[in-house]
């Protein structure tokens, strides 16, 4: 479930403010095309009434994919100014999240702080480039009668290792760092163009190599045996007014640019 809230939108060339409505909380999983339009960096895009050019809308926004484990906040260009506060805030209402959320948060990374929407979208294209080779292993994978291991994604991100690893245990429950290893060295025997796990082999070949955390559904368990279905994202509560408390005090007028906006994390008017 993603979320509008309302905002008076400030054309940069000077022309009269509008009021307009902008995403404030989107779930890249449940609204795809959201995520989309990201990609194509046209999330909150604004077309002015009054002179017809595009422009960004002043607002920040939350981005949550739970089974990615991608939580991201993203600040309009303008905060970078005064990164430092917007990153204590972001922090502070990190921390609220957790506490009235609790176990439900299914994310252990820490979240990331973008400004503008840059960020984000390279986020999700690299996502989205590692996910294509990723179905081919799994294609492999399975002709070869192969287990799959799910990596932390979080983990995965920050080593850049694929999310997927090809896994040669049995349906036997704990996977070990030799059962991965023997997994990647077949299926690079079966297809050598995967490079991306070409690199990871030989980092787990290397003398620190170790197994990497499993995705969190599998932390008690195993690998999927012999192929495996997907993991399914679990519930998430659907409550975006928690994520963000009220900001106590007033800034100074000179902070006040990125101070509206603030507005529209906090009301959820609209909804997809
Ligand atoms: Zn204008």
Redesign the pocket.
């Known amino acids: 479930m993603s979320f509008k809230g309302e905002v008076e939108a400030r054309?940069?060339?000077?022309?009269q403010p509008f009021e307009t409505e902008v995403w404030s909380f989107i779930r890249g999983d449940a609204s795809p095309e959201l995520r989309a339009s990201l990609l194509a960096r046209e999330c909150n895009l604004l077309l002015?009434p009054?002179?017809?050019?595009p422009?960004y809308a002043e607002a920040p926004y939350v981005y949550l994919e739970p089974a990615a484990e991608i939580l991201a906040f993203v600040f309009p260009e303008s905060c970078k100014k005064q990164a430092a506060r917007w990153r204590k805030k972001m922090r502070e209402d990190f921390l609220a999240m957790r506490k009235a959320l609790g176990a439900q948060l299914p994310l252990d990374a820490e979240p990331v702080v973008f400004f503008g929407p840059e960020g984000l979208s390279e986020l999700l294209e690299a996502e989205d480039f590692h996910r294509e080779e990723t179905d081919v292993m799994e294609c492999v994978a399975k002709g070869l009668g192969l287990g799959l291991y799910r990596v932390s994604p979080s983990y995965a991100r920050k080593e850049r290792m694929p999310a997927v690893l090809p896994c040669a245990a049995g349906p036997r429950g704990r996977v070990t760092l030799d059962d991965i290893r023997a997994g990647l060295a077949r299926l690079l025997e079966a297809n050598d163009a995967l490079g991306a796990f070409r690199d990871c082999l030989r980092k787990l070949e290397g003398k620190a190599g170790r197994l990497p955390p499993p995705a969190k559904a599998l932390a008690e368990g195993a690998a999927d045996a012999g192929g495996g279905t997907r993991r399914q994202g679990r519930p998430f509560p659907e409550e975006p007014d928690v994520l963000l408390s009220p900001e106590g005090g007033s800034g100074s007028p000179a902070e006040s640019a990125c101070e509206p906006s603030d507005r529209g994390l906090r009301t959820s008017d609209g909804e997809e």
């Not at 009054?50 to 050019?53: A, I, R, S």
């Open positions: 054309c940069p060339h000077g022309c002015c009054g002179c017809d050019k422009f």
